[in-house]
């Protein structure tokens, strides 16, 4: 029965993730190995039942605590920025577990991922989704993203999946020299945000902005 759950039916199957695959090539994801990735992690688990049938629409959608699951392209573009030309990271911080399908992305292309989460229902959740797909190279920390998770730092590579007003300086003293940090930041003045890509150099950041986005906006604290 587990086995039939991970798989898929109808709009859950494989053919539909197929469907989901073919229209990020056309959107512009070129990486083999990320699509290759998103083709066989079933997305639909990382969801509410109710809106599985969604699961491999181009949409962000609901996971609770007025927070979403990014729409695949997001999660796609994110992950290529961060490991464009590296065949791999040691070790990869994400800020914003969620519901964990993009930690699952990560974890099948570093060798570790270390995933903080500042909802703890949300963290639980994460994890057991991770869980079943046996998943076994992540951590996961409950606490204020904004700190980042110094105990594992310096990081190859850190994806932020929610948008701060300025990027906070602890997560770039995280990064180690010529590691790379997605995060999308937000415009004080109209709202607007944008994803970013930061690479960190010998004595400063080389900032990219890549695209406009919609993010859930960065918040301090734990619940």
């Avoid at 190995?33 to 969801?47: A, D, E, N």
């Avoid at 590296?86 to 070790?91: A, Q, V």
């Avoid at 079943?132 to 996961?140: A, T």
Wanted: glycine share 6%; proline share 5%; with cysteine.
């Amino acid at each position: 029965m587990m086995q039939r759950h991970l798989q898929g039916v109808g709009m859950t199957s494989q053919r539909t993730r197929d469907r989901m695959i073919h229209r990020l090539s056309e959107q512009g994801i070129i990486d083999e190995r990320i699509l290759t990735i998103m083709r066989t992690t079933p997305r639909h688990i990382f969801i509410d039942e109710a809106l599985a049938s969604r699961a491999y629409e181009d949409t962000a959608l609901p996971i609770g605590y007025y927070q979403t699951i990014s729409q695949p392209y997001i999660v796609a573009r994110m992950t290529e920025l961060l490991f464009e030309n590296k065949p791999t990271m040691s070790n990869v911080l994400e800020i914003g577990t969620g519901c964990g399908y993009q930690t699952a992305i990560l974890a099948q292309l570093a060798d570790s991922v270390y995933s903080v989460e500042r909802l703890l229902p949300l963290q639980k959740k994460a994890k057991a989704h991770t869980e079943l797909l046996k998943l076994r190279n992540i951590r996961y920390l409950h606490s204020d993203g904004g700190w980042g998770w110094e105990d594992y730092a310096p990081y190859d590579g850190i994806l932020v999946a929610a948008a701060p007003n300025d990027i906070p300086q602890a997560l770039l003293e995280q990064l180690v020299v010529g590691g790379v940090m997605v995060i999308p930041v937000a415009n004080q003045e109209d709202g607007t945000q944008a994803l970013k890509r930061i690479t960190r150099t010998e004595s400063s950041f080389h900032i990219e902005e890549v695209e406009p986005v919609s993010f859930v906006p960065f918040l301090s604290g734990k619940e």
